[in-house]
């Protein structure tokens, strides 16, 4: 336990001072006349008076609305909870409102390209594609999707779609045909924007068969508007008249034929849908996940004020691509005044540095990005405190996997070293955080700072009984505002209500295997579906990971439970780094590296090597997928994977037939 309890980092108690959360805290005191003296009673007051909370929060952060209303709860039952039925809003004039010439979005391109927008010019923008959606017949609760890189227009967008009232849907340009139809298929959208192609590792990739393809398949669709990212418009022109892809439009053409109109903002009731967002869909078709206008906001502006204190002079990088829920979370920092920097592309592309570079040249203060990337960086031997002056960095954020001990002490060690590291740990279910970071509250080893304020996170053992520093289910036993309104196409709610709430009615169980620390901080063990379960003893694929990325010739793996004479064996696959070869010797380094740190039921009874880990369009490793094709079954739904040809590496290994 001695790595779990290892401080990393600790504000001072003037900086604690000066965060947004301490100033919320004294005003949360002076208004209800409390006296909660730091960030753990705040949070509790939080969750034991959530009405009282939402509303102070509402009123701190300044959202936009037409009727705010008295009432803040009206129905607190899960699901199907009403938060603020009488308030009526515009996601979109939440983040518009600002209009200066500070930049509010700056993109960049792997290749070197860069633009940017102040928010005035970010006001026109949205004003002039919102005018032509409009004429085009775009109203409330119609979908407009995305199949967009990472770009200012794909913003823009999402802006002009959401001040109408109707709904966003978004995959990135890398997934797959299947991919699309499957995501898209289901939410019918009324107009596409796609890019016709895009840059990736040193290579254009063109967009335009798939988006003939898509056009065909989805007869929705009335509407292709074409962005120009990887051709000048000319090209793309010529591109689009040789390939004659039916119901396309240019970008610039479908806004010059629109007559103009001011930019009015649709005012929706708090639970009118958003957005449309998409399970992985590694088990089946994606979930179609719809979430709300007020309950997106609200969350995101607590995220991002109080427990990442961004503030007007900040610039807020993502490392993320369309498809992942992290844009969404992105782009809500506009509503901070925040400048975001958008990034498409490979981050080791041309190398290693590449983003650090960009960290120095934007002046980037609050840097997120994947616990992979952080691990592949210092597989690579990057270590930008060295070459770089990381000047305003003053946060890291890492969320999509848990983030080993390692990775905590290689950011501190090799990138900076008075930064706040917050691990952050949510999902697309809630388009947010159940655990992430905190300004006011130190930085130990392999742990999520603290849990959301607002939100009731617990650990519940197989009893249903709350737990602290002991593994269980990650629960959250109240309701809250950001919970899916719905899924697309689940009249009656079976498929919602079996996602989250067959375990325990009314307690939302996320499927995280976690521990509450005696910090009050959080780990994330592994998803429980693939929790290891060896001689009837649960683990998480977390604790192996973590122990493997110590052995400097593996560059990844993965592990799964195989079932093995009445039992569960743990089977490890390894990544090697090139020139090196699996021997005995090194099987035995990496069983003795597990056992050093763990226990012995951790350590894989079988270390195998593979060329490449399958992963979905987000970058998670998918156990269930290499523990199915292990024993045999079927993967329903290999185009949610970046790489599925790696599955095969999986099929019909004999080693796995030895004992």
């Not at 959606?133 to 995305?146: I, K, M, P, T």
């Not at 002079?313 to 691509?321: A, K, N, R």
Request: negative net charge.
């Amino acid at each position: 336990m001695k790595d779990n309890s290892q401080l990393l980092w600790q504000p001072s108690a003037e900086a604690i001072a000066a965060t947004q959360v301490d100033e919320f805290r004294r005003r949360v005191n002076e208004q209800h006349q409390l006296n909660l003296d730091d960030y753990a009673e705040l949070y509790q007051w939080s969750v034991d008076d959530r009405e009282a909370f939402w509303m102070a929060l509402w009123d701190y952060t300044g959202v936009q609305a037409s009727h705010k209303g008295d009432v803040v709860l009206a129905r607190d039952t899960m699901p199907g909870a009403e938060w603020f039925p009488e308030a009526r809003l515009n996601f979109a004039e939440n983040l518009l409102r600002f209009r200066d010439d500070k930049p509010a979005l700056v993109e960049r391109l792997e290749n070197g390209n860069r633009r940017q927008l102040s928010y005035t010019e970010l006001y026109s923008r949205v004003e002039r594609l919102a005018a032509a959606l409009a004429d085009q017949g775009v109203s409330a609760e119609d979908r407009v999707a995305g199949f967009m890189p990472n770009v200012i227009d794909t913003v823009v967008a999402m802006l002009a779609t959401t001040s109408l009232g109707a709904i966003w849907t978004s995959c990135s340009p890398d997934f797959g045909i299947n991919g699309v139809f499957d995501r898209f298929g289901q939410v019918e959208p009324k107009i596409l924007f796609a890019s016709e192609g895009y840059f990736y590792n040193g290579k254009v990739i063109d967009s335009l068969p798939r988006l003939r393809e898509i056009i065909a398949r989805i007869d929705s669709i009335e509407k292709l508007v074409v962005v120009p990212v990887a051709r000048s418009q000319e090209a793309t022109t010529q591109a689009l008249a040789a390939e004659s892809l039916d119901k396309a439009v240019l970008l610039q053409n479908f806004e010059t034929a629109a007559p103009q109109r001011e930019l009015a903002f649709v005012q929706t009731e708090f639970n009118h849908p958003l957005y449309i967002m998409y399970s992985s869909g590694t088990t089946g078709v994606p979930k179609c996940i719809v979430h709300g206008v007020g309950g997106t906001l609200l969350q995101h502006l607590k995220e991002h004020r109080l427990h990442c204190d961004l503030r007007r002079e900040d610039v807020l990088f993502y490392f993320t691509t369309c498809g992942w829920m992290m844009w969404n979370w992105l782009v809500s920092g506009l509503a901070c005044g925040t400048t975001l920097v958008l990034f498409d592309g490979s981050p080791f592309s041309p190398e290693a540095s590449n983003l650090w570079d960009m960290v120095d040249e934007e002046g980037i203060s609050v840097f997120g990005t994947s616990a992979k990337y952080i691990a592949a960086l210092e597989k690579s031997g990057c270590k930008p405190r060295e070459s770089h002056k990381l000047e305003k960095l003053r946060a890291v954020l890492s969320t999509g996997s848990p983030l080993a001990h390692e990775g905590f002490r290689y950011v501190y060690r090799d990138i900076k070293a008075e930064l706040c590291l917050s691990s952050i740990s949510g999902g697309t279910d809630i388009v947010s955080c159940f655990a992430l970071g905190n300004p006011a509250l130190p930085v130990y080893a392999g742990e999520l700072q603290c849990r959301g304020l607002g939100m009731a996170v617990e650990v519940w053992n197989d009893d249903g009984q709350p737990v602290t520093a002991e593994k269980g289910e990650l629960v959250c036993a109240k309701s809250f505002p950001c919970m899916p309104i719905a899924f697309w196409n689940d009249p009656d709610g079976a498929k919602y209500h079996g996602a989250y709430f067959e375990n325990w009615p009314g307690v939302w169980a996320h499927g995280d295997y976690a521990e509450i620390t005696e910090h009050d901080g959080v780990v994330i063990y592994g998803r429980s579906d693939a929790v290891l379960n060896p001689g009837g003893v649960r683990i998480g694929t977390a604790e192996i990971y973590r122990q493997v990325e110590k052995v400097e010739e593996i560059l990844d793996s993965i592990c799964i439970g195989q079932p093995w004479h009445d039992d569960v064996r743990v089977v490890l696959f390894v990544v090697l780094r090139e020139g090196v070869v699996l021997d005995e010797a090194l099987i035995q380094k990496i069983r003795s590296t597990v056992r050093a740190n763990t226990t012995p039921r951790h350590v894989p009874a079988k270390v195998i090597p593979v060329a490449d880990i399958p992963r979905t369009i987000s970058g998670k490793i998918v156990e269930l997928a290499v523990r199915n094709v292990v024993q045999g079954k079927p993967v329903k739904n290999k185009e949610a994977l970046a790489n599925p040809e790696a599955l095969s590496l999986f099929e019909n290994l004999s080693a796995l037939a030895e004992d």
